[in-house]
């Protein structure tokens, strides 16, 4: 098919995809924001959230196809633009490419890592920081769990420097997306490159306060 | 003034090149940047040495056959403003200026500053035209294209196909060059009838002539002599989603 | 010999339509077995090859630039004209045609100019269809606006960019042939010589700019549209590589060169800087539709010019010329210019400036509507000079910007050479002695799209295809001598550069067979110019090889060739002992210091045939007769 192997269209595919996965951290915010009503907050969310597991499955493998696809494409269409660019030049001086847009791939790739990590962390449960356990209405005590991990200081430290990825990347790319899907003109562009870094700034703040706010010992056990 | 000048020599496509130093001496501000090598040439040429070969024709900021980054920047970074057009006022005495050629994979340089363009050519042939023949064809007023519909082309059409976006841009592509010609042809009457296959074909051509992807970086915009606008990247985006519906 | 230009006879209205009639057509099946090489790819060559293209022909394109789309009919600003009458002021074919006739001061043939009026309204039509973003009204009709010494308002036009725009138009549809496969282009690639066999022209000699490769391209005819020579003054509006040297080619082998001393220098250029400056930049005349042109009054009065009171102002053109005022045409108002400065009231460096004044319209119709009709035109003046025109006046100086003489054709624009074509401004054909603005944009296009597709088959039609191949006799001589001639350019390796002896040039044909003749200069220049070629050929320095990339040896061919040519320019000045629209022989003149035409004796084309450099050309004389306009005193009072 066309769109698979043009240019535009694997873009195009990109800014979807891209478009997905903000959809989805914004309901993972609003979800994980319930830790802030304690253990029956998150804990009945999460409940709720597990209730059928093949909705969740499907959603799941849904996702997966997005983030497969945005990082295949991500890949090619970096390496391709590497090739047509030799950058040679001996001295080179750009005047609008910032340092978020030209490190899109190292910070796509870094919030990549970062959900490995986090998916062998809280779905897995795999690493040696988590504390399974059931809370007092019997259900699977994510509050405990969090507020555990994240009272380690080095691995809040990692979450928000991936926050911090997280922010550079969608600061390029959320008025890159409305770019590609040609919702943008000559009046709108320069508003959307601010908005998108102040939406971005806002959601690496709100994801950063969970970890800060456990850090500070103000969200307790 | 007197500048120090650091220029890309390389004397075949595929011979080594590097950056030599020479010496513009009594520079005067009201030389525009092509007549100051001028000058540097006149010299070398005394001298014995082979002249800085570069591209130039019309000298008006017209033809787009100049091509050279300065300090940096494709055509030197003054707002709408091409090398050729370009005034010595614009520097300071004791400056240092570093001159090379449009670098892209697509423009191979074939010797000092001059690169080979050609990949601009094959996506115009690609599509960038109405298929009307010679003759035969209705009264101007027949169609008719409103003013704003008219303006808008006529902005996208201002391209003088130099190349600086390319050269500006890191990825090396081609796709403002390319969203001009599109958005023009779209934006009329005229253009319609073979707007999907025009996009879709001229984008392929870009890809194939070895251009980049775009990934709305913006550089090319900033380094257009003519600002062409990025508004016709995101027209070219929506005519090509047009077409893929198609 | 007596030329014939073979114009049809009988009435003129009808005389473009009888003669298509009796053209001979070819074969559509034929017509891909003859092969058409088009030199050059501005409008003239560019709406050629694509329409030759288009009818089946195969079609070889050459340029020297790296783009077919550089070609310098891109530079044009102002517009172009056609006899639409679209404002409903009284235009017409023959209006188009007389005010033609007449601004080229009766020395063109009105058989060719008629045509020329009659196809300028499909050339719209034609732009239009491929998209060209015609300025526009609000209910998306087409504009128009009036221009230099016309009357009406027939101008169309692109912002301040009507020739771009109608270049990459004529090169859209010359890269959907190219697509096509009828076309093949040899961009960066020069000709350099005209191969003629059996006195027909079969073939051209091509350097290949980025190898150095010298190599004939044969093909059934060629077609040359090859742009103007005005370089020949060094300093002028046109690119640095325009050049004489296809012309010149083509004319040592044969070819009539017409008219070669009707140059056209431009009203309203940006004045000279210093002596480094390579070329001048034109400012779109369609600045007079709003700017007043005035001197001071005083002599050497070097007061700011916003510091000098009205009544001290000298409105030269106004003044000498009530009706036109500042739209008279060029070559008036390029003279009233000079004759400002020649009494020592020009403005700015050297005195050679007057005012180009635009407070008068701003305090009119305001300066966003002044912003919008010339906005880019101010913003290159200030590029140039640094100076704001919003905020005070331009400074403007006459250059040379248009050749009027070329190679001489008939009304088949086909050269004296059976298979040779010539159009655009490579031709003397429409534009007698003097050019009307927005009117070359319109010939090249009508030359292109309208008249060679229809004539070069009467030509083909007669001749059998492919008939000589590139191993020919005369293919092998014309690679061997032009190899020759480069290596002589090579070998001498003197002291002076290139462009120093085109300064030099451009010096003594300024000062001599510029703005104002006289039989004193151009016998000055006639003395001088072999003298220099001599030192040319003897000192001149060219680094570098010829197998390479090498721009010294591009720009010394030209030079040598203007060195030649610049010497026949002068002649025909010399020769012609009249005074007619851009010749202008300061012994010729009215008292009131008009030019004074002699139409007892100069009533003619002069053709000249060249006999070899250093060797007295022939001159052959095409009569030119008047039946539809009457041959009478140009006056813009
Ligand atoms: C600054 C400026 C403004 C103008 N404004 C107007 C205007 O407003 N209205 C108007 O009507 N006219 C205007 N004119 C005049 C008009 O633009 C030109 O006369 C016209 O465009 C010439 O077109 P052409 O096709 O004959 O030649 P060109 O466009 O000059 O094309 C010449 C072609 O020949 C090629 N060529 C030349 N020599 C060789 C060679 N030896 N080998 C291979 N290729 C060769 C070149 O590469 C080029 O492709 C203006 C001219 C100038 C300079
Ligand atoms: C401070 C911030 C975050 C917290 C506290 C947090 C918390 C959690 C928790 C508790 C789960 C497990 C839910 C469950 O299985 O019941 C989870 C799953 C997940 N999180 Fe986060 N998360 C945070 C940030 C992020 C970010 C920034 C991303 C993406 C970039 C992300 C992506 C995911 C994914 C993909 C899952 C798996 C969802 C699934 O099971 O289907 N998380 N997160
Ligand atoms: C939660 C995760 C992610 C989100 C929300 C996200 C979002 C986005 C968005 C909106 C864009 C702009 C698309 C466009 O220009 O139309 C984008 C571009 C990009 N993303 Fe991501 N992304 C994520 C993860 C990743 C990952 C894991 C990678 C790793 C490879 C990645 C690599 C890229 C690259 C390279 C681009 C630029 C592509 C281009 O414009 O050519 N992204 N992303
Ligand atoms: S878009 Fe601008 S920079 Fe790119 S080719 Fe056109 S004029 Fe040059
Ligand atoms: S700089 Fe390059 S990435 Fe796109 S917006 Fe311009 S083409
Ligand atoms: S030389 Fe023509 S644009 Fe610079």
Redesign the interface.
Known sequence: M??LS???????LMSITGQLLIIFILIHLIGNSTIFFGPNGINAYAEHLHSLPPLVWAFRLFMLAAISVHIAYGVT?TL??K???????????????SFA??N?IWTGLLVAGFILYHLLQFTIKGTPDIVVGLDSANRPDVFRMVVTSFGNGLISLAYMFAMLMLFLHLS?GI??FL????????KT?PAFGTGGKVISAILMLAYISIPAVILAGLLKL | MNLTLHVWRQSGPKAPGKLEQYEAKNVSPDQSFLEMLDEVNEHLIKEGKDPIAFDHDCREGICGMCSQVINGVPHGGRERTTVCQLHMRSFNDGDTIYIEPWRALAFPIQKDLIVDRNGLEKIIQAGGYTSCHTGGVADGNAILVPKIAADYAMDAAECIGCGACVAACPNGSAMLYTSAKVAQLAALPQGQAEAAERVCAMTEAMQEAGFGNCSNHYECQAACPKGINVKFIAKLNREYQKALLK | MILDGKCPKGPIQTSWDRHRFDLKLVNPANKRKYKVLVVGTGLAGGAAAASLGELGYNVEAFCYQDSARRAHSIAAQGGINAAKNYPNDGDSIYRLFYDTIKGGDFRAREADVWRLAQVSNNIIDQCVAQGVPFARDYAGYLDNRSFGGAQVSRTFYARGQTGQQLLLGAYSALSRQVKAGTVKLFARTEMLDLVVVDGEAKGITVRDLITGEIRTHVGDAVVLATGGYVNVFYLSTNAMGCSVTANWRAHKKGAFFANPCYTQIHPTCIPQSGDHQSKLTLMSESLRNDGRCWAPKKKGDNRHPNDIPEEERDYYLERKYPSFGNLAPRDIASRAAKEQCDDGRGVGPGGRGVNLDFSAAIKRVGEHTIRERYGNLFEMYEKITDENAYKQPMRMYPAPHYSMGGLWVDYNCESNVPGLFVLGEANFSVHGANRLGASALMQGLADGYFVIPYTIANYLAKTKPGAVTADHAECKKSVEDVKAYNNRLMNINGKKTVSEFHRELGKIMWENVGMARSEETLKDAIKRIPVLREEFWNNVKVTGKGEELNQQLENAGRVADFLEFGELMAKDALHRNESCGGHFRVEHQMPDGEAKRDDENYCYVGAWEFKGVDKEPELHKEPLTFENVHLAVRSYK
């Open positions: 066309r769109i043009s240019s535009v269209g694997r873009k195009i269409l391709e633009n090739a047509a660019n030799p950058g040679a030049y001996a001295v080179k001086r750009n005047l609008k490419a847009s030209e899109m390029h008025p890159s770019q590609t899907m040609g919702w943008n003109n000559e562009i």
